[in-house]
């Protein structure tokens, strides 16, 4: 058995860098009975340090949609999947004629890089900022797309357009667009975690909230949504939990131990 959960909206409120008391332990009963629990998230490197304590033994964790693989013990990057500037510029040119006014940032395993009109939400100190042909200047995990007026649905849908099959559109966060390298989901990450591992995909039970989770969640042998998730995770959940709020993951969780 393996449990693999996505943190922000699902384990933790959006944003939050603490896990609750009682969600803590009951990661620390799973950590001792020798299950895994991990975490499969959108968040980048630089937002993590938080839940390192929080691992467990097995050590690994899953971030950037997918795109980087870590081990926590050892501070190392496992696998990094991404997007090299070349063709990234390239992707960047085609939405900003098929969505003027985009801003633009390039998120890199050692931090994030923003256009001259990027605001930025969670950054806390200086960031290189500039043209992106000039600070883009190693492997990408993910390419940020935000827009001050385009409504986010829109945004998501034209964007998705200009991108086409050359590398994975999604989205966390109403207004924000994330585009991984071509096939990076978080699905994928967690399928060669898990083959690594020798745990079959009927035996992962996933826990989400919003669309980026959906490959996850379809591809798990069981998918569990909490109670406030976007209505796409909803409809693809086998079961639900609990809203976040209320600590629905470890709820779950809790039972799903009890009865083992």
């Given at each position: 058995m393996l449990v693999a959960t996505d943190l922000d909206g699902t384990l933790?409120?959006?944003?939050?860098?603490?896990?609750?008391?009682?969600?803590?332990?009951?990661?620390?009963?799973?950590?001792?009975a020798g299950i895994p629990?991990?975490?499969?998230?959108?968040?980048?490197?630089?937002?993590?340090?938080?839940?390192?304590?929080?691992?467990?033994?097995?050590g690994l964790a899953v971030v950037s949609n997918g795109a980087v693989t870590f081990?926590?013990?050892?501070?190392?990057?496992?696998?990094?999947?991404?997007?090299?500037?070349?063709?990234g510029l390239a992707l960047v040119d085609d939405i900003a004629a098929a969505v003027p006014g985009s801003w633009f940032a390039v998120e890199c395993d050692d931090g994030v890089r923003l256009d001259p009109d990027y605001v930025q939400t969670y950054t806390s100190g200086p960031v290189p900022r500039g043209p992106l042909p000039e600070v883009w200047d190693r492997t990408a995990v993910k390419l940020l797309v935000r827009h001050p007026e385009v409504e986010p649905v829109e945004l998501q849908e034209r964007v998705s357009d200009?991108?086409?099959?050359?590398?994975?559109?999604?989205?966390?966060?109403?207004?924000?667009?994330e585009i991984s390298a071509a096939g990076v989901t978080k699905a994928s990450a967690l399928a060669t975690l898990c083959e690594r591992l020798g745990v079959p995909a009927a035996d992962v039970t996933a826990f989400g909230d919003m669309p980026n989770d959906l490959a996850m969640l379809g591809w798990a042998g069981t998918a569990v949504a909490v109670a406030d998730a976007h209505e796409s995770v909803l409809a693809a959940a086998d079961r639900v939990a609990p809203p976040c709020r209320e600590e629905g993951v470890a709820r779950v969780l809790e039972e799903l131990l009890d009865r083992a």
């Open positions: 933790v409120p959006d944003a939050g860098d603490v896990v609750p008391d009682y969600t803590a332990g009951v990661l620390r009963r799973f950590d001792e629990v991990v975490f499969v998230t959108g968040r980048p490197l630089r937002r993590m340090d938080g839940f390192w304590p929080h691992v467990g033994a097995h081990d926590v013990a050892e501070r190392r990057i496992v696998s990094l999947s991404g997007i090299e500037p070349a063709p200009a991108v086409g099959e050359r590398a994975t559109v999604t989205w966390s966060v109403s207004g924000l667009v």
